[in-house]
């Protein structure tokens, strides 16, 4: 079974859970989740995690994402995008001024009414389950962030323009809010998902390196795909690794509570001293492609990489102030 995270570049056609199902025919797994839906007519990266990295789902949910959109002016349709029913359509009478600065003046905080064809469930259906039956319902605005917008090309009625936003945003619901400020309409003409930020793990997924299921499916058959696979591990550059002492194994392997004593540090290299461990960055833990592990950090809400004593990573563990301990915060065993 394959563990760890790739970079998937999701298709037009595909729904997310598309690209899962392949998969797991693909690998011959059934352990496969993703993280951040892509709509079927969006493209581009979708972060999928495999086998034990599963458990990750939750924590790698994207804060901030960053897109390739296509505003097309003078429409509204049922879906917000060019996939669906059209509702109205107008002549589009504005000056490229008008439209770039009602496209700018989405950059920041705004409340945004999610879409009735999204995910969102209320009352425990989907959104989209209540659409398809023709039923539109009352949505409760919601907070979202736009971190920056930058015009590509204003050829009216079509915008080009990239941008980054925080969790939860719809550009498609975007693109309508932009184009009832302007009073002519607007849906979503194409969407690519170019990057994606892991929530606070450090890591950042690229277009560039993502793979179509095709090109998958070639590196499995000639045995290349784990060059391809982060291991979870790598997932958190960020946080020191630590490594427990042989008596300290059954501990971890059950998931108990660890004290300082059952940790063990390099013998070769003194941490508070060595000039070349104090000028590397510690937080990768390694000198001359070499793994150093350290002691962990005594500070409350901290976590750390914990690998058994032979160096298998094992568990994410959590520092606890008031039993002077770590507590197990994630398994992978």
């Known amino acids: 079974m394959y563990d760890g995270i790739i970079n998937v570049y999701k298709e037009k056609g595909y729904t997310s859970f598309d690209v899962v199902a392949r998969l797991r025919g693909i690998l011959k797994q059934k352990k496969i989740g993703h993280t951040g839906t892509l709509d079927p007519d969006a493209e581009g990266v979708l972060v999928v995690c495999l086998g034990k990295a599963t458990r990750l789902c939750e924590m790698l949910t994207s804060k901030d994402k960053s897109y390739d959109a296509v505003l097309l002016l003078g429409k509204t349709t049922d879906t917000e995008d ?16 008008e439209v770039r600065e009602a496209v700018m003046s989405f950059v ?48 009216i009625p079509y915008v080009r323009f990239s941008v980054s936003c925080g969790k939860g945003t719809y550009i498609r619901s975007l693109c309508r809010d932009i184009g009832e400020k302007l009073s002519c309409g607007g849906i979503m003409d194409g969407l690519v998902r170019s990057s994606v930020n892991a929530a606070d793990t450090g890591m950042r997924f690229e277009l ?51 004290f300082l004593r059952d940790f063990e540090c390099a013998d070769d290299i003194n941490t508070d001293n ?58 992978f065993v």
């Open 82 to 97: 060019s996939s669906g029913k059209l509702l109205s359509e107008k002549e589009v009478n504005l000056t490229e001024d």
């Open 274 to 331: 060595d000039e070349a461990f104090q000028n590397k960055d510690i937080a990768h833990n390694v000198i001359n492609d070499r793994t150093i592990y350290t002691l962990p950090q005594k500070a409350d809400g901290a976590d750390c990489l914990v690998y058994d004593h032979l160096g298998t990573f094992t568990a994410i563990y959590r520092y606890h102030e008031n039993i002077h301990g770590w507590k197990a915060y994630k398994m």
């Open 208 to 258: 560039s390196d993502a793979l179509k299921l095709d090109e998958i499916e070639a590196l499995v058959s000639t045995g290349d795909f784990e060059e391809h696979i982060l291991t979870i591990d790598k997932m958190f550059p960020k946080l020191v690794k630590v490594k427990v002492t042989a008596e300290g194994d059954k501990k971890l392997r059950n998931g108990n509570v660890l």
């Open 108 to 155: 920041g905080e705004y409340d945004q009414i999610p879409p009735m064809y999204s995910a969102i469930k209320v009352g425990g259906k989907k959104l989209y389950e209540l659409a398809r039956q023709g039923i539109e319902i009352d949505r409760a605005p919601r907070k979202v962030i736009i971190h920056h917008i930058d015009i590509q090309e204003i050829n």
